[in-house]
């Protein structure tokens, strides 16, 4: 039988990889003939920041400031914030060192100033990757996508990502498969971003529970760095449907957290598409050990490898939430394998806020 057709389209975007890459920072920014860079970070990598600071001093790049107020959501107070900061400086490109709070920061300033932007990624978030921005503003949050958003280069150091605490590493890890999961069913996909899927979930279902037996294993960090970024490139490239959508309406609406959210939701967002995609199912089977064959039973064995909690109402979300998270997510239409129905949602919500298995 012939292959399905497809359109391929590759994200531009530099990526320097490897223990103690950061030690390169300064000569990616001499490259480009730029000297100036301003510094992001959230208050609790402040630390972080410093240490880049103190490389790029003793490369004779002194950096215009550091900004430390980075926030979950981008929220445009925050982004104005910075903006004037960074007014009161001359900087010449923006580095961000962080997850995808960071990221995001770094992303508007450079989409409103067209400043560089060198991404240091400290999660499995895969924002550095995309060309997507989300920004809150009066507590709605809203989404865009613009090749000029796409971080120019990107410094994978897993020396960055030893703190990064088991609880969140598990959680942000799962994010990043629910990247490469709904990569290989979206209505763009093609084999090529459908290889990345694979090698990026099975990166990561083998190194994460490596990282919860033993925080401190750089190889398995290594390992969960690289799939992360593979599954960042999914997210990049792919159209996200049911996972994705019912995450950002969680999140936006019941102000749930982003990593913990997609961490209970996948395993229920899979078996609801499970019968609309067998070729999806069996491919990512054979990535996820554990599954005899079957995707949603190899989460179900990922995740209690994790140790990691099961339930919405653990994160704070009420029972009578259930309905009018059902009703959100099926008001706005988009592409999914499955139809989107009111009453299966609802009891996809349910599970996910009862903490039942996927099934
Ligand atoms: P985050 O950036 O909010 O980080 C969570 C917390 O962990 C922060 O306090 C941070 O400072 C801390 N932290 C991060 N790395 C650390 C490390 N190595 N050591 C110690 N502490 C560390 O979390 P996230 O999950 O990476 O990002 C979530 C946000 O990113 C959400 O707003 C989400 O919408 C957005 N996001 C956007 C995209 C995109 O493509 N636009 C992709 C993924 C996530």
Redesign the pocket.
């Known amino acids: 039988r012939n292959m399905d057709p497809f359109e391929y389209n590759a994200n531009p975007g530099r990526v320097v990889f490897g223990p103690g890459s950061i030690q390169k920072l300064p000569d990616e920014i001499k490259r480009l003939g730029l000297k100036s860079p301003l510094l992001l970070?959230?208050?609790?990598?402040v630390s972080?920041a410093e240490d880049l600071a103190k490389i790029l001093t003793s490369a004779s790049i002194e950096p215009a400031g550091t900004y430390t107020n980075?926030t979950?959501?981008?929220p445009s107070h925050i982004t104005e914030e910075a903006m004037s900061f960074l007014h009161s400086k001359s900087a010449d490109c923006v580095v961000s060192i962080?997850?995808?709070?960071?990221?995001?920061l770094g992303?508007a300033i450079s989409i409103r100033t067209g400043l560089y932007h060198i991404c240091i990624?400290?999660?499995?978030?895969?924002?550095e990757?995309?060309p997507?921005?989300?920004e809150t503003q009066d507590g709605r949050?809203a989404?865009r996508s613009d090749p000029k958003?796409l971080p120019g280069t990107v410094i994978y150091d897993v020396d960055?990502?030893?703190?990064?605490?088991v609880a969140?590493s598990a959680?942000?890890g799962v994010?990043a498969i629910a990247?490469a999961v709904e990569a290989l069913y979206a209505k763009n996909k093609n084999p090529i971003i459908s290889l990345l899927a694979i090698e990026g979930t099975k990166a990561l279902a083998e190194s994460l529970p490596e990282i919860i037996e033993n925080a401190q294993s750089q190889p398995a960090r290594e390992k969960a760095q690289y799939g992360a970024w593979l599954c960042?490139v999914c997210?990049?490239s792919s159209a996200m449907a049911l996972h994705h959508k019912l995450c950002h309406t969680l999140?936006g609406s019941f102000n749930l957290p982003?990593?913990e959210t997609h961490t209970i939701v996948l395993p229920h967002a899979l078996s609801y598409n499970a019968p609309a995609i067998p070729e999806a199912m069996e491919k990512l089977a054979t990535a996820l050990p554990g599954s005899e064959g079957d995707a949603t039973k190899g989460l179900n064995v990922l995740l209690e490898k994790l140790k990691v909690k099961r339930a919405l109402k653990d994160y704070g979300m009420k029972e009578e939430d259930i309905d009018k998270a059902a009703e959100i997510a099926v008001s706005n239409q988009y592409p999914n394998p499955r139809k989107i129905e009111k009453e299966p949602i609802r009891e996809l919500i349910r599970r996910a806020w009862a903490g039942e298995p996927a099934r």
Do not use: V
């Open positions: 970070s959230t208050p609790q990598q972080q980075a979950m959501h981008t962080g997850g995808g709070s960071t990221i995001g992303k990624p400290t999660t499995y978030a895969g924002s990757m995309t997507i921005l989300g949050k989404t958003i960055f990502t030893m703190t990064l605490p969140l959680t942000s994010n990247h960042g997210l990049g999140g982003h990593a």
